[in-house]
């Protein structure tokens, strides 16, 4: 079966850069969607297939997907970004596929 | 304006039923695959059913196959997730949510309702 792994925290100062990350074995041959969640919320899309954003989200939030990682880069990092990101994949053998999720905490 | 809206969580008994409803407005059903995921209390989001545009295609996670089922009402615009047997480790806010697209594979979940509680009591 398909695993994600996502480290369970990720911190960063105010105005920098935060890359979270999304291991998956050659994940760069499927599909990586990602999505924020503040406490409370519903989930929303903030990546779709690897590197896309829907509109609304703003081109500091990016992603990339390489070998076995797939990154979700956050730059000039606000207060508003503290959430939890989820990636998530659509498998064959395993279907549809979430991340342990990462809390992002701007310092 | 593309909006989801949950219904029919409470608390249930273990081995008991419940069934959620989740209204849409703003797209039709039948032309997107739609998805129930849920989320544990502190935990993180587990897929739990999709069903696709032709409401004919339904695949279930592991942890539920036998006990859910989803369904949709075309002339309401409602999908469903009936759930039975429910055991404690059901409990969770369920989600709707509608995909980029109708098929079975690689979609994005663009859309989600607000989410509604279950609560599974032993």
């Known amino acids: 079966s398909f695993e994600l792994t996502q480290s369970l925290s990720v911190s960063v100062a105010l105005g920098q850069t935060a890359r979270i990350t999304c291991g998956g074995n050659?994940?760069?041959?499927?599909?990586v969607h990602w999505y924020r969640q503040k406490p409370g919320q519903a989930p929303v899309l903030v990546i779709y297939?690897?590197?896309r954003r829907p509109s609304g989200i703003p081109e500091r939030i990016s992603g990339a997907s390489s070998g076995n990682t797939a990154t979700l880069t956050i730059s000039s990092a606000q207060a508003g970004d503290e959430a939890d990101y989820y990636c998530q994949v659509w498998d064959n053998r395993t279907a549809w596929v979430f991340g342990g999720g990462t809390k992002l905490t701007v310092l | 304006q593309v909006q989801l809206v949950e219904s029919g969580g409470g608390v249930a008994q273990s081995g008991g039923s419940l069934t959620l409803s989740c209204a849409a407005s703003?797209?039709?059903?039948?032309?997107?695959?739609m998805h129930w995921v849920r989320q544990a209390p502190g935990k993180g989001l587990e897929w739990v059913a999709f069903?696709?545009?032709?409401?004919?295609?339904?695949y279930y996670a592991d942890s539920v196959k036998g006990r859910f089922s989803i369904s949709r009402d075309d002339s309401t615009n409602t999908l469903y997730l009936q759930m039975n047997s429910l055991r404690d480790e059901d409990t969770a806010v369920y989600y709707c949510?509608?995909?980029?697209?109708?098929?079975?594979?690689?979609?994005?979940?663009?859309?989600w309702g607000q989410g509604t509680l279950v609560t599974v009591s032993s």
């Open positions: 069903l696709r545009y032709d409401g004919i295609k339904k």
């Open positions: 949510a509608k995909q980029t697209g109708g098929g079975y594979s690689g979609y994005d979940l663009d859309e």
């Open positions: 050659n994940i760069r041959n499927v599909n």
């Open positions: 297939r690897d590197t």
């Open positions: 703003g797209f039709t059903l039948r032309t997107f695959g």
